[in-house]
């Protein structure tokens, strides 16, 4: 960018002040608020701190220029409300407090200049993380209409135009006085709505953490601030839920409580019910999963059908073996190399032997008991609440799909002291508004295949359910049940813990190390230079197509709701 920032236009600074500084950190963050003080394109600084505080130790000149905000918390619907009017300038910069974060020579000129070139009501940039020696890009993701979710990632550094969100506060209401977290997320969402939010492709700043990973004084709290809303915390939920409701039906995407009718089956199957197992090289794992999945005790006939990636070591022995023993597993090799995890289920739901239901099973997971199949296809005839749908064809069921939940385990299959994972904000009565913000529909999953089969899974290996889930309840009702169904091995080899390599798919690092040359931690700490590009990069690309896949489906909503006849 080759345009010059004019020096009447400034910014306003705000940042995160911590109520507890040890006195050295006092020392260094007084130093930090000094040298913005002395830049010419800051002029004024906002401390935002919860509770009691005072104004730190600064040069009479720095001290003329700061002025203390009280937030209720990270980030209250008041404490925004408070920060925008306290805003002396039209430009707004969030920013990480410490001395963990400096920003570049000509970072704030580059960043006004953008603002002002470009019109955006947010403008954000990449940074790069040092840790000693070790310096990685981190690159953010461009915004578009699906960026919705509250764990959006902007960095640590946000600048927001204050005439975008006055305009946006004007249109649409001001900030949510009742909001005790979820402030800025409704700042974001009404500005997005009529305001570009831009990306800046290049390192602006960089953010210093110590060898073990911590970074400086306040910058939990800040990052806290600018990235995201607890996915734990039931508070959080609840408000992020009613920010993304309101905003979707700014946008004439919110979806009423009004479903179609699931179609009825049009050709007869072999089986009432089939659990798909996906695999490739779990030789550990595998047939543990399979024994699982056929020994369900059920009323209805079932099949188990394993969908083989062509692995290269034992996975494909073991399963012919037991294939031998048990009539009821099919085991299927896939037609293709190059098929992702949604290729794979699409072998498996197009195949001749799959019933009428498809489960879910990973092949490091097993069954949290022998009544799990049972209870998820029941819940596919779970009589409709009143008024909730279209009259119920009798040849088919109330539900396009249902999902479970699961416990976290251990390689051993002993349970972590962890909550069962439910997603109960995937509820009956908002839950396809609320799938637009999350990440993910839960586990385990289970589709009427008739409907399924008209559709069909994207090949790719992340996400995957994520797309069909979204589709599926664009038009059609999804049953949950709470009720634990399986159990979820946390390990080394799992899939969540290979994915940001996932991509490589015919590459295990692991594999690459010199026989008897170096211990496997050590090798891998010695490549960790080269590996943390291609984890941020891989990271990067899964979040980027969640964001597309939200993106297309907000689309398609706005123009069903546009044409009412669609939905039917």
């Keep these: 960018m080759s345009g010059h920032v004019s020096l009447q236009k400034t910014l306003t600074l705000a940042l995160p002040f911590p109520n507890t500084l040890a006195e050295a950190e006092q020392d260094g963050f007084a ?41 209720d918390s990270w980030f209250s619907g008041i404490g925004v409300e408070r920060m925008l009017e306290a805003s002396a300038t039209d430009l707004l910069l969030l920013m990480v407090s410490g001395g963990s974060l400096e920003i570049e020579r000509r970072a704030l000129e580059q960043l006004l200049s953008v603002a002002d070139e470009s019109g955006a009501g947010l403008v954000y940039a990449d940074y790069r993380q040092i840790r000693g020696a070790e310096i990685a890009e981190q690159m953010t993701l461009n915004y578009q209409t699906g960026s919705i979710r509250e764990n959006f990632d902007f960095g640590a550094m946000l600048y927001i135009s204050k005439q975008a969100a006055d305009e946006a506060r004007r249109k649409y209401g001001p900030i949510e006085s009742t909001l005790r977290w979820a402030g800025l997320y409704d700042l974001r969402l009404k500005v997005s709505a009529d305001f570009p939010l831009h990306r800046i492709p290049e390192p602006l700043y960089h953010i210093r953490a110590s060898a073990e990973g911590r970074t400086g004084p306040g910058q939990a709290a800040a990052m806290q601030i600018l990235g995201r809303l607890d996915a734990a915390h039931p508070g959080h939920q609840a408000e992020a839920e009613q920010v993304a409701s309101a905003h979707l039906r700014r946008l004439g995407a919110y979806l009423e409580e009004s479903f179609s009718t699931v179609p009825a089956p049009e050709n007869e199957f072999p089986v009432e019910a089939s659990i798909i197992i ?58 293709r ?10 072998e498996a739901i197009y195949s001749p032997e799959c019933g009428r239901y498809a489960l879910q099973l990973d092949s490091d997971d097993v069954y949290a008991d022998a009544h799990a199949l049972e209870k998820m296809v029941s819940k596919f005839w779970e009589p409709p609440a009143t008024g909730a749908r279209a009259a119920q064809d009798a040849n088919s069921p109330r539900y396009a799909m249902t999902i479970g939940s699961f416990a976290r385990v251990d390689f051993n299959l002993q349970r972590l002291p962890v909550a069962p994972v439910e997603h109960r904000e995937l509820s009956p009565e908002n839950g396809r508004n609320n799938a637009l913000r999350v990440d993910g529909p839960g586990a385990p999953r289970a589709f009427y295949v008739p409907l399924l089969r008209r559709l069909g899974f994207p090949n790719v290996s992340f996400g995957e359910d994520y797309a069909i889930f979204l589709r599926i309840s664009r038009q059609y009702e999804v049953g949950r ?31 690459l190390i010199p026989t008897g040359a170096l211990k496997e931690r050590d090798f891998l700490f010695m490549l960790r230079p080269v590996l943390l590009p291609l984890v941020a990069a891989s990271k990067n690309r899964y979040q980027e197509y969640k964001d597309w896949l939200r993106t297309v489906e907000i689309q398609a909503r706005i123009k069903m709701n546009r044409a009412p006849s669609m939905k039917a």
């Design 31 to 71: 130093r930090q608020l000094d040298q913005f003080a002395a830049s010419e394109f800051i002029s004024s600084i906002l401390l935002l701190h919860e509770g009691s505080a005072t104004k730190p130790r600064v040069t009479a000149s720095t001290a003329e220029r700061v002025n203390l905000i009280r937030m």
């Design 278 to 335: 996906p695999v490739r090289n779990r030789e550990r794992t595998i047939e543990q999963a399979a024994r699982s999945a056929l020994s369900q005790a059920a009323a209805f006939s079932f099949n188990v059908i394993v969908i083989d990636d062509h692995s290269t070591d034992r996975t494909t022995e073991i399963l012919r073996q037991l294939a031998r023993q048990d009539k009821r597993l099919v085991h299927k090799m896939a037609s």
């Design 337 to 346: 190399p190059d098929l992702g995890i949604g290729g794979l289920w699409n």
């Design 481 to 511: 049940v709470f009720e634990t169904i399986y159990l979820a091995r946390e390990w080394e080899g799992n899939s969540v813990q290979s994915l940001p390599l996932g991509n490589i798919k015919s590459i295990n690092v692991k594999d």
